[in-house]
């Protein structure tokens, strides 16, 4: 059984940085894409970054130069290094995994609040 679980996550002025961990189980941690979404008061999840499991990374417009996703296959764990953390960064945290691109295992959700 897959399990996910993520940590990092906390209250931050905006400006300011975290980093999010993701330490995965039940798989085979190298093949497997993983990826971060995100889940803000009142709006859709929305996908944040993905590594896939050869190590090419994606990010989406708003978050390309701030955000860096990154793993340790050793460690069996993903990073998202966030930087110039802004008020509409807040939202709950959510690492993903699959054999594809389309996640099939979720982890239970870190919360990230940005003050102003």
């Known amino acids: 059984q897959v399990q996910l679980v993520e940590t990092g996550g906390g209250l931050v002025q905006a400006g300011g940085s975290l980093r999010l961990s993701c330490a995965a189980s039940?798989?085979?941690?190298?093949?497997?894409?993983m990826h971060w979404y995100r889940q803000a008061p009142g709006k859709q999840r929305e996908l944040v970054a993905t590594?896939?499991?050869?190590?090419?990374?994606y990010y989406i417009d708003s978050m390309r130069g701030r955000f860096t996703v990154s793993r340790d296959n050793a460690l069996n764990t993903v990073y998202l290094q966030m930087d110039t953390l802004k008020p509409e960064d807040t939202a709950v945290y959510y690492c993903?995994?699959?054999?594809?691109?389309?996640?099939?295992?979720w982890g239970q959700g870190t919360q990230v609040t940005v003050s102003s």
């Open positions: 590594v896939s499991s050869g190590g090419s990374t």
């Open positions: 039940g798989l085979t941690f190298s093949g497997y894409h």
């Open positions: 993903a995994a699959g054999r594809t691109l389309t996640p099939d295992s």
